[in-house]
């Protein structure tokens, strides 16, 4: 008797699994092999879609402040302008003022950053370069002044401060300052960079007006993909973890921004009431190093001080002094009212994640390390504590502490003390 074939759908799943499978690895064996070539490839990619990158980047940090004056500022007034007005409600309006002003304030402070700061910060560092031989050899005479009565430690102090000091000033006058000299010509001659730049500016600021004024659309239909591709549980669950990111990384970037851009004015200011040398570039260092969790203030106070030291000698010490001061008031103070409560981790694994970072992706890495780590470290934690709790075993850390071991049949805690007795 012939027996006929019986279809089934699972035949035919099996086959497309089957198929990706062979596809997917036939994919990863090419990408192997012409891993150059992709990474020209998504090179040239990132390059065309820059200004549009520029525009995503301006949004997602432009984006809070947007939300604050929208909810705090122009969306209540514009609600009473529009109280008696039947047709719209003046949110759209609110909307685009909180946009422009958000946007106004950015342009602003570039603006800033290029015509005031930058020109300052080259005029410091020339009359570094061109002064060095005068500064190092009042470093040598504070220092010959300092340890008069050690004669074998001035000695070798001495020698060694000649080495340097001869080693510096080569390498300044034959690298630094032509190298200074040629990047301001290259700047004035590059027509083509500054262009790209500007242009990649632009656009992105376009991009991010059109982003930020509809935001919460391409946000609700982002959301109708992500539910119409996956079940309810999983499209929640990824909800929920990418409003868990978000709120670590703007919560980390803003509040170090705002913190790193205080502390960098109380420096300046003090600098200035001190009549520091360079104060301008020492705080703006200050400033630019403390965006870097733990080792930031380390980073920051130690090429400070050693400009202060050429320039003014007993002055380094009183600089020294202040960012130990300035910089226990930012951890103790003003860090935690800006951020909030702790990142969650302890400190030895943010300095695990920054050391990481660092090694991997360079000044990016130890910047954003921390709350990479976070969302990560968070991840896992969350993992292990559903685990336990559906094994109906202690969740708590603290319920470890004197934990000898678990009874397998009662799933009873037994402390050590118990053991001993």
Same mark, same amino acid.
């Given at each position: ?11 035919l ?17 090419m ?7 992709v ?5 040239a !990619?990132?390059?065309?879609? $820059?200004?549009? *990158?520029?525009? %995503?980047?301006? /949004?997602? @940090?432009l984006?809070?402040?947007v939300? &604050?004056?929208?909810?705090k ?9 529009y ?6 409600d003046?949110?759209?309006l609110?909307r685009?003022l ?7 304030f ?8 290029f015509?005031?700061i ?5 005029s410091?560092?020339?009359t570094?370069v061109v002064n ?8 040598t005479d ?8 050690f004669?074998e430690?001035?000695?070798y102090?001495?020698?060694? !401060?000649?080495d340097?000091? $001869?080693?510096? *000033?080569?390498w %300044?006058?034959? /690298?630094? @300052?032509?190298?200074l000299?040629s990047? &301001?010509?290259n ?12 242009y ?6 376009i ?14 239909n982002?959301k109708r993909i ?5 079940t309810?549980?999983a499209?929640?669950k990824l909800l ?7 709120r670590t ?5 803003n ?18 009431i ?9 705080s703006v260092i200050?400033?630019?190093t ?57 400190g ?7 050391i990481?970072?660092?090694?991997l ?9 921390v ?5 990560i ?6 993992n ?5 709790r559906?094994?109906d075993?202690p969740?708590?850390?603290g319920e ?15 402390p ?6």
């Amino acid at each position: 008797m012939r027996r006929h074939f019986k279809w089934d759908r699972k035949y035919l799943y099996w086959g497309i699994t089957a198929f990706c499978v062979v596809a997917c690895a036939i994919l990863f064996y090419m990408a192997l092999n012409y891993i150059g070539y992709v990474g020209r490839a998504l090179k040239a !990619l990132v390059r065309i879609l $820059s200004p549009f *990158i520029w525009g %995503l980047v301006i /949004t997602y @940090l432009l984006n809070p402040l947007v939300q &604050l004056l929208h909810r705090k500022t122009f969306g209540p007034l514009c609600a009473r302008l529009y109280a008696k007005n039947k047709r719209s409600d003046g949110q759209g309006l609110a909307r685009g003022l909180s946009v422009l002003l958000a946007e106004i304030f950015m342009v602003a402070i570039i603006t800033a950053l290029f015509y005031l700061i930058i020109p300052q910060l080259y005029s410091s560092i020339e009359t570094i370069v061109v002064n060095s031989p005068v500064y190092i050899e009042r470093v040598t005479d504070w220092v010959t002044r300092m340890l008069a009565d050690f004669p074998e430690v001035e000695a070798y102090v001495e020698q060694t !401060l000649g080495d340097v000091n $001869s080693d510096l *000033i080569s390498w %300044l006058q034959t /690298t630094v @300052l032509p190298g200074l000299g040629s990047l &301001l010509s290259n700047v004035s001659m590059g027509v083509r960079y500054v262009v790209t730049a500007v242009y990649n500016l632009v656009i992105g600021i376009i991009v991010s007006v059109y982003l930020l004024s509809g935001i919460e659309t391409y946000g609700a239909n982002a959301k109708r993909i992500l539910y119409s591709v996956l079940t309810v549980e999983a499209a929640k669950k990824l909800l929920d973890g990418l409003d868990f990111t978000n709120r670590t990384f703007i919560g980390f970037l803003n509040g170090k921004l705002l913190d790193s851009a205080i502390i960098g004015i109380i420096c300046y200011i003090v600098c200035a009431i001190l009549n520091m040398p360079f104060a301008l570039l020492v705080s703006v260092i200050v400033g630019v190093t403390n965006i870097i969790p733990f080792f930031g203030p380390f980073i920051g106070a130690v090429p400070s001080a050693i400009i202060i030291l050429m320039a003014n000698p007993p002055k380094a010490l009183v600089f020294v002094i202040f960012i130990i001061i300035l910089q226990q008031v930012d951890g103790n103070i003003i860090g935690p009212k800006i951020l909030g409560s702790s990142t969650g981790i302890t400190g030895f694994w943010v300095m695990f994640s920054i050391i990481l970072g660092a090694g991997l992706f360079g000044f990016w890495g130890m910047l954003l390390g921390v709350p990479v780590f976070v969302v990560i470290y968070t991840a896992i934690n969350n993992n292990i504590d559903k685990k336990l709790r559906r094994s109906d075993l202690p969740v708590t850390t603290g319920e470890y502490r004197n934990l000898d071991y678990i009874d397998p049949i009662t799933l009873e805690p037994i402390p050590k003390e118990d053991r001993k007795n």
